[in-house]
């Protein structure tokens, strides 16, 4: 089974800090992406990565970043955390059969 | 890019009611489109999709949706709902020809009742 684990459930942080999310998938899969969800607005896609080191921006990529050193590892940054940023995030990956598979979230609560 | 609109917050019926939920997308090449679930306090799941072939295709729990061209369509349907079926639903596209991201539409609360 395709297994895409997240570092953090749930995450409490204060204003201005920097915040790593991070993001494994077992299956060597080369598309990684992050999601945040917010209720009334589903989930909207912030970075996406189709190889080591590439990334594309996604719809709502201000004030985040990525980075993707290795193909099992996309790691989600938030520079300087705002409180606009609370949120849950998810990470997925995607089989070459177009399946996609999400993490469990991280719930992410900007004090 | 890509977009999918889901044009119903919510939608309730009657458990053994036949149930839709609706999607819409644009895409500038050939659409991939899917369907995940998200049960509450669970992440989400993949129900079903469609890259190519027959228009009506089958997933998981008994869920179906079909592909329609010419509207842009791509609704899920089941013949008869359960009270376990309530769940949030997305609806999720990719261009076929430019495959790297995948974007979602807002989400359809189902909301099945006994």
């Known amino acids: 089974d395709v297994k895409v684990t997240q570092s953090s459930r749930y995450l409490v942080k204060r204003t201005g800090e920097k915040v790593f999310l991070e993001c494994v998938q077992d299956m060597d899969h080369e598309n990684m992406f992050w999601y945040r969800q917010d209720p009334g607005l589903g989930l909207r896609l912030i970075y996406f990565s189709y190889d080591v080191k590439m990334k594309e921006k996604g719809d709502i990529p201000e004030g985040y970043s990525v980075s993707r050193e290795k193909k099992e590892r996309f790691s989600l940054i938030l520079e300087s955390a705002s409180t606009n940023q609370t949120s849950m995030y998810l990470c997925a990956s995607i089989t070459q059969g177009n399946e996609q598979f999400f993490g469990p979230g991280t719930r992410l609560t900007v004090l | 890019a890509q977009s999918v609109a889901q044009p119903e917050d919510q939608v309730n019926v009657a458990e053994g009611n036949p149930l839709t939920v609706k999607c819409t997308y644009s895409?500038?090449?050939?659409?991939?489109l899917f369907w995940y679930v998200q049960y509450p306090n669970r992440g989400l799941q993949f129900l079903l999709k469609?890259?190519?072939?027959?228009?009506l295709v089958k997933g998981s729990y008994g869920f179906e949706a079909e592909f329609n061209k010419s509207q842009t369509s791509f609704h899920l349907k089941k013949p008869s709902a359960l009270v376990s079926d309530s769940a949030l639903y997305f609806c999720a596209v990719r261009d076929g020809v430019n495959n790297n991201d995948m974007r979602f539409g807002a989400g359809t609360r189902l909301t099945v009742k006994p």
């Open positions: 469609y890259i190519t072939g027959d228009n």
């Open positions: 895409v500038s090449g050939n659409p991939y």
